[in-house]
């Protein structure tokens, strides 16, 4: 079964991560440096929440606040629901879905240990139905 620790270990454990104080233009500036779609937000090495693109449209540009005035922490997600390294990529894909959402935070014994995107589930998912079919392609070669 593909679980959610393959795709930590495919992608590692590093992730973004500012302040809640971080003004939010400051976290969108790291954002496109680093062609990525979300910020952690950590105090003292405690997770806090997540900043993604869609928390900015919605909660700065549409309530017309500003950029540069606007915390992190004002506008960050906090009620994500959260995964193991041992919950299979379908639950975590099962949740995104449920849910709306293009990213879960992952957590082992109540600590962080990254973060899902639904990009990565996809790339997950598009690997292992790869290696089945390298599988069957062997199967095929190795009877005839």
């Given at each position: ?118 990009s990565d589930v996809v790339k997950q998912t598009i690997l292992l139905q790869q290696e089945t079919i ?11």
């Amino acid at each position: 079964m593909n679980h959610v620790s393959d795709i930590i270990a495919r992608k590692g454990i590093s992730a973004i991560a500012v302040p809640p104080d971080t003004p939010v233009i400051d976290a969108l500036q790291i954002m496109a440096e680093k062609n990525i779609g979300s910020v952690l937000i950590m105090h003292g090495g405690e997770y806090l929440g997540i900043m993604t693109e869609r928390d900015y449209s919605r909660k700065v540009i549409l309530r017309g606040k500003n950029s540069h005035d606007t915390r992190v922490a004002e506008i960050m997600s906090t009620d994500l629901p959260s995964l193991k390294p041992s919950d299979s990529v379908e639950h975590c894909m099962q949740l995104m879905t449920e849910k709306n959402i293009r990213y879960l935070p992952v957590f082992e014994n109540d600590r962080l240990v990254g973060i899902i995107s639904i990009s990565d589930v996809v790339k997950q998912t598009i690997l292992l139905q790869q290696e089945t079919i390298n599988h069957l392609n062997d199967y095929i070669h190795y009877t005839r």
